[in-house]
């Protein structure tokens, strides 16, 4: 089995997080067994890329911490969790965009068989 580059795949962590967030606030450790489950097994995000990204991606505005009881009876341990902004899911949208076009170059290149 050929296995993900971690090179190939890095532009994209934001995105996969950024995918998550869309649908709920959640925390790290959530976060990283959804990307798991997500893609099948083929790519696990590292707990330092993660919390890098969470890092980055605060300081640029796309996704906002708090603090949470982890039970909502107020019995559970304490998270941080990370939800997604407007200008988050601006961002999101244009990765999207960019994707679609870098799959589309990278396609033609697969595809190109040279003149014969």
């Known amino acids: 089995m050929v296995a993900i580059s971690s090179d190939v ?15 709920e606030p959640s925390y790290g450790y959530s976060i990283s067994k959804q990307i798991k489950t997500i893609s ?5 995000i590292k707990e ?12 640029n505005e796309y996704i906002e911490s708090f603090v949470a009881e982890q039970s909502p009876d ?9 939800r997604i902004t407007d200008k988050g899911l601006e961002y999101y ?9 870098t799959k ?3 396609e033609n290149f697969i595809e ?3 003149e014969e």
């Open 74 to 82: 107020g019995n559970g341990k304490k998270r941080t969790y990370y």
């Open 9 to 23: 795949i890095r532009g994209y962590n934001d995105t996969m997080i950024l995918s998550i967030l869309k649908k």
């Open 104 to 106: 589309e170059v990278v």
């Open 40 to 44: 099948d097994g083929k790519y696990a």
């Open 48 to 59: 330092t890329t993660l919390y890098s990204a969470f890092t980055r991606m605060e300081k």
């Open 112 to 114: 190109y068989k040279g």
């Open 93 to 101: 949208d244009s990765k999207c965009e960019e994707w679609e076009l």
